[in-house]
């Protein structure tokens, strides 16, 4: 179904694109035919003037070599205006001042419809004369600007050359289908070119249309494939990914419209793994107390274990139902996380903060024997004053501590060091460890949520904790790094957080 629209698509964008080279050629047609009719008409005008040039002067030359026998001078005249109408193709006639027709080889219809007439005898008025004798060397107008000739389908032409010495002009008229000769010009020096370009066009235009309509057909079935759930979908277009000559008919909006898909599409993938590893995690987590908590109350109540015992055991329940109660306020506190309309902005001094939180932690530490090593920065006042939500800043630095701790060897040691940069108005805060580090494949999956190092499960934990701290973070428009401690040799974070100091230790 997709593909069959996308195919309708694609017919229709070609179907387009023809009519649209059709207009374009029309078009071109029809100014080229303008231009050519115009050239037409201006080249037979100067043809028409030459020859009436050239009649006129033939006709004084046959009237001087005959000028006794009145007669045959004028059956002469005669046969000569014929031969030279035949020859051009028109009517010819001798016109003097007053606008009589002194002779003509013939007075069409329409032109006899618009002469005067006394008698048997047809006058040009001055308006059929406007541009033919009232210039000394004649001249040429079209049919339309004397009115004497109004064809629609021909263009008339009027040339006039002046006779010499009896103030007599030579006039021929003379039809010219204009529509048919630029048709034929056009036919004979213009159709294969047209036909060439025309095909040639309508190939590029084919050829851009698929490119452009296949990035689209793949988006749509890629998005097709991940609806039905496949999530290995993804969009490939060889002429990007090899550099192809014609990837030019890729605009950059499909490119990155492909790039953005394909990202999408992997972070959908990503979060569907996260999902399987959240439930298997989960699972895991719950499975281990509700197994103690399910086997004590059963070995209490058939009396495996004896009452004198109840307490011993009930207080591992407790225990263990505390670790479940412990999971879901963390999965509850990683889905509110990092909502910037939720903070509390407030300044607060984070030495003091960082102390308050190993105190809290100093059980932990004893247990494990942890050295802690604090070096902290110091204003004028004393104090390394931060502004931030207080209360989420203690869990980010909670959960690093934790995740130190966590980590870190019995005998080890753990450091902690705050800082402040004047020239970007930054506080810094570092957590060092022991430990065995974090590898360098696994450092960009750090903050992801339910992820652990540790996928023995060796170390109990939800895989929230640094996603936790990642996203407080990022509310706070700041950001946390992680690397190789150059002293303990363990991990070493790092956060960001404005400040608000103003003068050195």
């Known amino acids: 179904m997709t593909r069959s629209k996308m195919s309708s698509v694609y017919f229709r964008t070609i179907i387009s694109l023809i009519l649209s080279t059709v207009f374009v050629f029309s078009v071109l047609c029809f100014v080229y035919y303008q231009r050519m009719s115009t050239s037409i008409i201006s080249e037979k005008s100067s043809l028409l003037y030459y020859s009436t040039q050239s009649a006129a002067v033939g006709y004084d030359s046959l009237i001087e070599d005959n000028t006794e026998n009145q007669a045959d001078k004028a059956s002469l005249e005669k046969r000569y205006l014929e031969a030279v109408a035949l020859s051009d193709n028109g009517y010819v006639w001798i016109v003097d001042k007053t606008g009589e027709i002194v002779d003509y080889t013939d007075i069409p219809n329409e032109a006899a419809e618009q002469l005067q007439k006394q008698g048997s005898t047809f006058f040009m008025t001055q308006t059929h004369l406007l541009g033919l004798t009232d210039r000394s060397g004649g001249g040429v107008i079209s049919g339309t600007q004397n009115e004497l000739f109004s064809d629609p389908k021909n263009i008339w032409l009027t040339a006039a050359y002046p006779l010499s010495g009896n ?42 249309s698929r490119s452009l309509i296949r990035p689209i057909r793949l988006l749509s079935e890629a998005a097709s494939k991940v609806t039905q759930g496949d999530l290995t979908a993804r969009i490939r277009i060889p002429e990007l990914e090899n550099r192809s000559p014609v990837q030019f008919g890729i605009t950059d909006e499909l490119s990155e419209m492909v790039v953005t898909v394909n990202h999408m599409i992997e972070r959908l993938e990503t979060q569907e793994n996260d999902r399987r ?75 003091v903060l960082i102390k308050s939180t190993l105190t809290s932690l100093e059980n932990l530490l004893n247990n494990k024997n942890l050295g802690v090593q604090l070096e902290t920065f110091l204003d004028d006042n004393g104090a390394l004053v931060a502004i931030g939500d207080k209360e989420q800043i203690m869990r980010v630095i909670y959960n690093l501590l934790i995740n130190a701790i966590k980590f870190t060897p019995e005998g080890g040691d753990i450091a902690i060091t705050t800082d402040y940069h004047y020239r970007n108005n930054m506080v810094t805060v570092v957590v060092e460890d022991s430990g065995p580090g974090i590898p360098q494949d696994k450092r960009k999956h750090i903050f992801e949520s339910f992820y652990k190092i540790d996928e023995s499960r060796a170390n109990p934990g939800s895989g929230l904790g640094l996603y936790i701290c990642k996203e407080i973070l990022r509310a706070h428009g700041q950001m946390i790094f992680v690397d190789s401690s150059p002293i303990l040799g363990g991990a070493r974070f790092k956060f960001t957080l404005s400040g608000i100091q103003k003068a050195g230790k």
Do not use: C
């Open 167 to 208: 103030g007599q002009y030579l006039i021929i008229h003379q039809s010219i289908d204009v529509q048919a000769q630029t048709l034929a010009m056009l036919s004979n020096g213009l159709a294969v070119p047209v036909i060439i370009s025309f095909a040639i066009a309508l190939f590029l235009f084919t050829m851009m």
């Open 277 to 351: 590893v959240f439930v298997s995690s989960i699972a895991h987590d719950l499975r281990t107390p509700l197994t103690s908590i399910k086997g004590f109350i059963a070995a209490m109540l058939d009396g495996t274990i004896p009452p004198d015992r109840y307490e011993h055991y009930l207080q591992i329940v407790k225990t263990e139902v505390d670790r479940i109660q412990t999971l879901t306020t963390s999965m509850t506190e990683a889905s509110s996380f990092g909502r910037k309309d939720s903070l509390k902005m407030e300044p607060f001094d984070m030495n």
